[in-house]
């Protein structure tokens, strides 16, 4: 007999008949417990993972990231082709960016999105093909775009009029050739697990249908650009397919009417495709979400009797989140009693700075111990982190094993995507290492920081020049 849900729990969390099971599609395929019921991942315990590597850290499991990467590439090239047309998956470097992670994504044949210069460089650094680079942002620095098209990126998605004249100087005085996009808005705003069609016209990216118009009548005057097509993005962490058929049927229309004024010959759909964090999560299958969502572009386009355009998407989080997994280790446990009960309070080494997300969107993880199997029967707790903050919270419903203690290692599932892209240094937090792992083997892709990567950025214990000889920091008015 299972113990009665606690009263604190929320109803979407159920108490699990055990406690250390691990939910599928929420971890690495290659996690499992060994006999002696430490979790394994990538073969590699993770006792042994945090004694080499410390703790807190984050796991990426490279034939997840690979096989996630193969298949989004297989499912919209399957879906595409029983329309005569071709498709392109770009790689959402903001999920999760670093150099080894670029070429794994394009050794399986995926594109690279950046969306900043410092990811530009990342997968300029990783050997992307420029050609194989999309460049987007709502406020590219002049800078940035004479970078882009200094190095040939193959689309930048253009997203002010600013931003086109910026570009038609730079490609005038570098007599260079750039292929754009115009970000369009469709109004559909979809944000976690549904999507709401709704004018959401009221935010700051892309251009609004009418002013598309111009933009694109705009590029079309300028020799130095060629307008390959639309793209639009609809949000992220969506589940199901409605929202994407709407944009799309929406952005035909467009796409049908700028047209009529020249050739368009690709489509950009954006990314957003939902994965699980807790067993209540279903995201569609990969496979059937891509022919869903072509089959939608591909009848639009019957009914309006215009070609099928090449299909691109972006998906980030859906190619990282899974391979992710952050490791903890227990530092305190305190029993707060409330007059609904007693909630547990487990404290981890990490917290806010290496996971964002439940401060910033509420959003729900789920975890496990690690190091062994617990016992006791099904607690609730929250797990929270070492932040000087009340809102610093990790995970914020979950059933662990009663007799968890402090020493014990904890794992946090799904922290691929959005975790360590938005880590900060918080409270003088050093920011974890990032530990690929496959088939046994161990390596580091983005080092751990240390105590002495902080203070090398406070000026006044390292006393920083410049180039050009002042200190670093605010300029001389500034102060
Ligand atoms: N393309 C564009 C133009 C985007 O803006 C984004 C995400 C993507 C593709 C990739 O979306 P994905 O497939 O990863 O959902 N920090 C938030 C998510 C922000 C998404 C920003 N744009 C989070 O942690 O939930």
Redo the contacts with the bound molecule.
Sequence with gaps: MLPPADSLAPDWLSVPEDANDLAPGVWPASAVRDDAGELRIGGVGAAELVRTHGSPLLLLDEPEVRSRARAFHDAFAAATAEHGTTSRVYY?G??FLSTAVAQWVTEEGLNV?VCTRGELEVALAAGVQPHRIGF?GNNKSVSELERAVEVGVGTIIVDSLIEIERLGAITARTRSQQNVLIRVNSGVHAETHDFLATAHEDQKFGFAFPDAEAAAARIREIDGLRLLGLHC?IG??IFGVAGFRESASRVLELHERLRADGDLPLLNL????GIAYTRVDDPTPIEDLAREIVDAVASGCAVRGIPVPELAF?????IVGTAGVTLYEIGTTKDVVLDAGTRRYVSVDGGMSDNA?PAL?G?QFSARLASRAGGGGPVLVRVVGKHCESGDIVVEHEYLPEDLAPGDLLAVPATG??CAS?ASNYNHVPRPAVVAVSGGATRVIVRGETIDDLLARDAGITGIRTADGGASGPAEGER
């Design positions: 959402a903001k999920a999105d987007h993005h992220s962490q954006g990314g957003g495709f972006e998906p980030g989080r859906a997300r969107y959003a995507a959005y938005l």
